[in-house]
C-alpha cells in the first residue's frame, strides 16, 4: 500500500521560499511520477508540477520561475520550493503519485499559510 | 492552459439514483482524462483515468466515456458513500489542470 505524507512548515512570510518534503512508502521514488498540487477555495485544484526519475521536472507555466520540485531517492522523498511567496500562495498542498500523469496516491495535505 | 469545465455545478440526488457528471475540455484531450471524488477532510481519490479505465478498487458502478472535448461520469446506482465533489483532470498536455469541481449532494 503506497502512503505519501508532507511535512514542513505550516506559516510562511511574504517574500519567503515555501520549503515542503513528502515522505513516501510502499513504492521507490526512482521509478513513477510525484507531483505537488494545491488546493484553494478560489481556485480549486491547482497542479504545482511533477518529477519524474532521474530528475525530469515539469511546472504549472503560471508558477515556472519559482517553483522547485527535487527528488531524494536516498530518503524516497521529494520536495518543493516555492520562492516569493504572497498571501495568494496561502493553499492546503498535497503531494501525489502515479505511474503516469495522474494521480493515484496523495498526501493527506498540508496547509500552509502566508502571513507576517 | 486548457479550461476544464463541469456541469452541473451541484447535483442534488437520491440513494439508488443514476447520475451523469459532464466534463468539457477548451480542446481536445483526447482520452487523457482521469476523474476523482473528494469527501469533506480527505484528499481527492483517483476514480477513472484514460476516460473509461476503472482505477483497481474503485467499485464498477462508476464509469466513464468520450473522448476530445467531451467526457461523462456516471455512476449507475448511487450509495450513500458516493455524495462528494467530484473533479475531472486533463494531463494531454504538460500543464495539467482540474475542473472546477461537481458537488454530489444527498437530495
Known amino acids: 500500500q503506497v502512503q505519501l505524507q508532507e511535512s514542513g512548515p505550516g506559516l510562511a512570510k511574504p517574500s519567503e521560499t515555501l520549503s515542503l518534503t513528502c515522505t513516501v512508502a510502499?513504492?521507490?521514488?526512482?521509478?513513477?511520477?510525484w507531483s505537488w498540487i494545491r488546493q484553494t477555495p478560489g481556485k480549486g485544484l491547482e497542479w504545482i508540477g511533477s518529477i519524474y526519475y532521474p530528475g525530469s521536472t515539469y511546472y504549472n507555466p503560471s508558477l515556472k520561475s519559482r517553483v522547485t520540485i527535487s527528488l531524494d531517492t536516498s530518503t524516497n522523498q521529494f520536495s518543493l520550493k516555492l520562492t516569493s511567496v504572497t498571501a495568494a500562495d496561502t493553499a492546503l498542498y498535497y503531494c501525489?503519485?502515479?505511474?503516469?500523469?495522474?494521480?493515484?496516491?496523495w498526501g493527506q495535505g498540508i496547509l500552509v499559510t502566508v502571513s507576517s | 492552459d486548457i479550461q476544464m469545465t463541469q456541469s452541473p455545478s451541484t447535483l442534488s440526488a437520491s440513494v439508488g439514483d443514476r447520475v451523469t457528471i459532464t466534463c468539457r475540455a477548451s480542446q481536445s484531450v483526447n482520452n487523457w482524462l482521469a476523474w476523482y471524488h473528494q469527501k469533506p477532510g480527505k484528499a481527492p481519490k483517483l476514480l477513472i483515468y484514460k476516460a473509461s479505465s476503472l482505477q483497481s478498487g474503485v467499485p464498477s458502478r462508476f464509469s466513464g466515456s468520450g473522448s476530445g472535448t467531451e467526457f461523462t461520469l456516471t455512476i449507475s446506482t448511487l450509495q450513500p458513500d458516493d455524495f462528494a465533489i467530484y473533479y475531472c483532470?486533463?494531463?494531454?498536455?504538460?500543464?495539467?489542470?482540474f475542473g472546477q469541481g461537481t458537488k454530489l449532494e444527498i437530495k
Open positions: 483532470q486533463q494531463y494531454n498536455t504538460y500543464w495539467y489542470t
Open positions: 501525489a503519485g502515479g505511474h503516469s500523469s495522474y494521480f493515484d496516491h
Open positions: 510502499g513504492a521507490s521514488t526512482n521509478s513513477n511520477y
